[in-house]
């Protein structure tokens, strides 16, 4: 194959994926199916709706307003004129369950105080060196109990050794003892 067409490959193919790449940025709310629409007829799509959204007077018109608007919502121009009694008022009912909820929670605060300042919890220094000395007992009898464990353990299979070697004997002298018996 020829060093050129190796390389006119690679550039189409490195074409096809950035008109794809293109394609998703400016039609991201389309789901792409494998049958998907040649790019052609889906850029004449976006043409039409694009110019269907106005002229360019239009967007500037809007652009403006937008700008306007921005002004007359700043928080220097509000402050300036104050803000009216009855937004004040609208703004308080808007939020009214809110204010109910953060009040009960305030209300439950205020009762669980008198529980967190009780004198069982002003003694807590006082009863950290003792909870520490507990919790190495605590540690030495847990670490006494899982050798114990172990220990225990290896008690049992030396018994069930011990058993199942007894009851084998036991077998053995019951097929002597049958044998003997039959013998006589």
């Not at 008022?89 to 939020?95: Q, S």
């Not at 009762?111 to 967190?116: G, T």
């Not at 807590?124 to 464990?149: D, N, P």
Request: proline fraction near 2%; charged fraction near 35%; aromatic fraction near 6%.
């Amino acid at each position: 194959m020829d060093a050129r067409k190796v390389v006119n490959l690679g550039y189409f193919e490195a074409l096809r994926d950035r008109i794809e790449r293109l394609k998703v940025k400016l039609l991201n709310d389309y789901e792409f199916e494998k049958d998907r629409k040649p790019i052609t007829k889906e850029l004449r799509e976006l043409e039409q709706r694009v110019t269907e959204l106005g002229s360019r007077e239009n967007i500037k018109n809007a652009w403006e307003a937008i700008d306007e608007l921005e002004a007359l919502l700043s928080p220097e121009l509000v402050q300036r004129f104050g803000t009216p009694e009855e937004l004040k008022i609208e703004f308080v009912l808007n939020r009214a369950e809110e204010i109910e909820r953060m009040a009960s929670l305030l209300a439950k605060v205020k009762e669980l105080k008198s529980s967190i300042n009780s004198a069982s919890f002003q003694d807590i220094e006082e009863m950290e060196h003792e909870l520490v000395s507990l919790s190495k007992v605590h540690i030495c009898q847990q670490q006494g109990a899982t050798e114990m464990s172990k220990e225990t353990a290896e008690l049992l299979a030396n018994y069930n050794i011990i058993i199942e070697a007894l009851s084998q004997k036991f077998m053995e002298w019951n097929q002597l003892l049958t044998k003997l018996e039959t013998v006589k």
